[in-house]
């Protein structure tokens, strides 16, 4: 159908049309966070784009409004990861490509919005790889990443032990508890994060309520250094995370067919042969979204290793960090960022994929 | 030809595989099954029929192991099952949900018991192959669950619990998503199997022709009871309650007061070729009569040629006897028995049977003595019925009456018992169509028919005036427990 056809091009049109809106939106933003008047440029570019999507939009027949309207609820999303994934990272890819200098903000070279698009081509022109290969210069970068993605791992592994059997455990419970049971998983989020690993460290410290209850108990004589140590780091991820893991693993094993075990009992498996015949390869979807969802945000972990770590952690959040606040080496620091990037989107992808295959097997 | 009727349940020599001794199973206070007691013997087709949550997969579960009885006991081969955990017991069950294992291939879902049973790689491909070819489900084998269709899944599950090959098969509406086709086939592969293996199974199924095909036993439960436990025939021809009567097949249920029949005259005598029951009989009889009287009769030395000469050789070339039907009800269950009744032949000319009826019918039905009279409604002659025992005399009582027992007619047959109606509604079969007729009172009956023969009855339609009969022997008197 031709009207069809017309319409659907019509809607692509009315979708670039407000990306375009909210693209030119964000890059003023940014040039006001950044105290740069907007030019000229920003505010025609935008009443320009505007008036477009204005155009469309009146030439548009009513059902294909609605339908646009029902795109849009689609595109939204897609907006969103624009303007506050892809946008900033393009500014803190710019940053890294750039030097540093003694200026505000601190780095060379500036766009100029007073020479137009000239002014583009300069900009381009003065960046460069430099950053980058400082890193590897240093071997505390890529020491700090080892450790970051040795510690993430570790600590992962720990969620997941600690995780899949409670997870179970809630999955088991009788139906009625569950819900209770789940709002005591998320209760903590109810606490603002930082206020969390303060407390933590409340709890760990040489003088904190853990080592004065083990005292008291007459386990031991002296307290154990836990805070500012790696163990610290461990619990505090683990800690923090667990909900992350327990959610996905309790949604798979939650749906899971109870008579499925059933039949495995009935086809001769022992109580522990089902479970790692059955109930096991039936939650690995929720293991592998658990393990990414604490994997990830660990990588990048910042808060946890510099309030419970102490000096001795090393962790790439934490030296970028030090970086960006200490020694404003921002161009420096957004390389650090680049890479920790590059080196997630390799899990991220992973899980990706991961997902779509659930998706397709729970069909 | 001697072939033993298998009926381990008649021999008291015979131990029987399972026996539920008082079993009763509470979900709280709601009773699923209510002081049960049943023997069950190898080698059976044990089928369970019921109305929907009466009780019958809370039956196997306890079976399979999945539920304790929460009184009485479940012996297994004498053993009792409760000593057995579900994994150690030679029992497989195939699941109402099928419960099939979704991260499996169809492949895998048949290997997984004999893979845990240890049996060696090859035995278990050549017995999935088997299983999957006995299930028609080659094509599919490396296919996961969710990528069949429902048919094939329940073929799926078939399969798994077929593959182990164990002592006891307990399937949970094993065909209930098959075609017809392919459900009639795979019941005769089940009673093949049945055959070879010497598996007992024990088979929910809603399908009462399913039922009435594969088993050797059927019992029929209510609200967690077993109500009637009896071979197929038994259970349709010889119900021991009405909500069995009902439960199996159509009824026509008639209630009334029974009252004992008064003696009648000696039966009818000579009787030289049985007599017909209903009007499709007569009409046979008669088509068959005129036949014979056109074709050429042999004489006396003709007959005598054929004994002699040619029968030995060529074996019987002509019928002494001229056909006739058989009786549809050979032996009414009480009173005078067919052996007992006085000998035909010898007086052929008895007094004609001043029972004839006050109506105007020219020859007297053969109405068997003895038996009940059931006063049922004001306005319309009590309904005869020569077997109904006795002792039911001054109760209320429910006539069962299969509508295939039912004739119908334009014209007034002369039978035990005569109802007259109008033909509501006629539900064409394909081989049989069921007629709903009203009677004056507005009670409604079915009556089937077959479709075999051009004759009047194919001119019966809606609205027609008709009569409907049947034979003293054609129903079953129950007790009205209602
Ligand atoms: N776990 C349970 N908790 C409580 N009640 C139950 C439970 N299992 C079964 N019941 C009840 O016991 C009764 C018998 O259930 P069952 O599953 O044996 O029925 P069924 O005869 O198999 O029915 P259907 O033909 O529908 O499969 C039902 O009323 C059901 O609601
Ligand atoms: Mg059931």
């Known amino acids: 159908m031709s009207t069809g056809i017309v319409s659907r091009g019509q809607n692509t049109a009315l979708g670039a049309a407000l990306i375009a809106v909210a693209v030119f939106g964000a890059l003023v933003a940014a040039a006001l966070w950044r105290g740069a008047a907007p030019g000229a440029w920003a505010v025609t570019g935008s009443l320009a784009g505007l008036a477009g999507f204005l155009a469309l939009w009146t030439r548009a027949g009513s059902d294909q409004r609605t339908s646009f309207l029902g795109a849009t609820v689609i595109g939204l999303p897609y907006a969103w990861l624009l303007a506050l994934f892809l946008v900033p990272f393009a500014i803190v890819l710019k940053i890294s490509l750039s030097d540093v200098a003694l200026a505000r903000p601190p780095y060379m070279p500036q766009y100029d919005p007073a020479q137009g698009w000239a002014g583009v081509v300069d900009l381009v022109r003065e960046l460069d790889f430099e950053n980058f290969v400082f890193l590897t210069t240093d071997d505390l970068y890529w020491k700090a990443y080892l450790s970051s993605f040795r510690i993430a791992a570790i600590a992962t592994a720990c969620t997941l032990l600690i995780g899949y059997p409670i997870a179970y455990g809630m999955a088991r419970a009788p139906k009625e508890w569950q819900a209770t049971l789940l709002m005591l998983v998320i209760l903590p989020f109810w606490t603002s994060f930082l206020i969390r690993v303060y407390s933590l460290m409340g709890i760990l410290g040489n003088e904190g309520v853990l080592n004065g209850a083990l005292i008291r108990a007459g386990l031991v004589s002296e307290p154990i250094q836990i805070l500012n140590t790696q163990m610290a780091v461990y619990i505090g991820i683990v800690y923090t995370y667990l909900p992350f893991m327990i959610l996905p693993i309790y949604a798979a094993l939650e749906k899971m067919d109870e008579s499925l075990l059933e039949a495995a009992e009935d086809l001769g498996c022992s109580r522990l042969q089902a479970f790692w015949l059955v109930t096991f390869p039936l939650s690995r979807g929720g293991i592998i979204a658990g393990c990414f969802l604490v994997f990830i945000p660990t990588m990048g972990e910042f808060v946890i290793p510099s309030l419970l770590g102490g000096a001795g952690t090393l962790m790439i959040g934490k030296v970028l960090w030090e970086e960006f606040f200490n020694n404003l080496a921002w161009p420096q620091a957004s390389a650090v960022a680049v890479v920790l990037l590059l080196i997630l989107i390799i899990p991220i992808v992973l899980f990706q994929r991961s997902e779509e295959k659930a998706r397709e097997a729970g069909k | ?482």
Not at chain 2, 30 to 56: H, W
Not at chain 2, 370 to 386: D, F, N, R, Y
Not at chain 2, 452 to 460: E, N, P, V
């Open chain 2, 1 to 482: 030809m001697a072939q033993t009727v298998f009926a381990p349940w008649n021999d008291p020599e015979e131990k029987p595989l399972i026996q539920f001794r008082n079993v009763t199973k509470r979900f709280g206070d709601f009773t699923a099954i209510d002081r049960l007691t049943q023997d069950i013997y190898a080698r059976e087709f044990f089928a369970l029929l019921g109305p929907s949550g009466c009780g019958k997969t809370t039956l196997m579960r306890m079976l399979a192991g999945f539920e304790r009885p929460t009184e009485g006991q479940i012996l297994l081969g004498g053993q009792d099952l409760s000593q057995i955990p579900a994994n150690q017991r030679s029992v497989n069950m195939m699941f109402q949900s099928y419960a099939l294992f979704p991260h499996l291939t169809v492949w895998d879902n048949i290997a997984f018991g004999l893979k845990r049973a240890k049996k060696p790689k090859a035995e278990i491909e050549a017995r999935v192959k088997e299983m999957l070819r006995l299930t028609r489900l080659e094509q599919f084998a490396s296919r996961k669950p969710h990528q069949i269709s429902g048919g094939q899944r329940q073929r799926v599950a078939l399969a798994r619990s077929l593959a182990r090959a164990p002592k006891l098969l307990l399937l949970d509406e094993p065909l209930g998503a098959l075609d017809k086709k392919l459900r009639e086939e795979t019941q005769f592969e089940l009673m093949d199997i049945q055959e070879k293996t010497g598996t007992t199974f024990i088979i929910v199924t809603h399908d009462q022709e399913e039922a009435m095909t594969v088993a050797s036993r059927v019992a029929v439960m209510d609200h967690g009871r077993i109500v009637q436990v009896d071979t197929p025939d038994r259970i349709y021809e010889a119900p021991n309650s009405v909500y069995v009567a009902d439960f199996i097949g159509d009824v026509n249920l008639f209630h009334g007061v029974a009252k004992s029949r008064a003696e009648r005259a000696p039966a009818p005598a000579a009787r030289p070729l049985p007599e017909p029951e209903t009007p499709e009989a007569e009409d046979a009889l008669r088509e068959m009569q005129e036949e014979a009287a056109r074709k050429p009769q042999p004489t006396a030395l003709g007959m005598a040629l054929h004994d002699k000469v040619l029968a030995p050789i060529v074996g019987k070339w002509l019928d002494q006897q001229p056909k006739a039907l058989p009786m549809p009800d050979p032996a009414p269950a009480t009173g005078v028995t067919e052996a007992a009744a006085p000998a035909p032949v010898r007086t052929p000319d008895a007094p004609q049977a001043s029972a004839s009826t006050p109506t105007a019918a020219t020859q007297p039905p053969a109405i068997p003595p003895g038996g009940l009279e059931i006063h049922w409604h004001a306005g319309q002659p009590p309904l005869v019925a020569s077997n109904g025992p006795e002792a039911l005399a001054g109760r209320n009582v429910v006539l069962s009456l299969r509508p295939e027992k039912i004739s119908i007619s334009k014209e007034r047959p002369t039978a035990a018992n005569v109802l007259q109606g109008k033909v509501i509604d006629i539900a064409y079969l394909g081989n049989i169509s069921t007629y709903y007729v009203k009677l004056a009172d507005g009670t409604m009956v079915k009556a089937q028919a077959a479709n075999t023969r051009r004759i009047s009855r194919r001119g019966i339609t809606w609205e027609d005036t008709v009569w409907l009969s049947f034979t003293a022997t054609a129903g079953v008197v129950l007790e009205d427990d209602t």
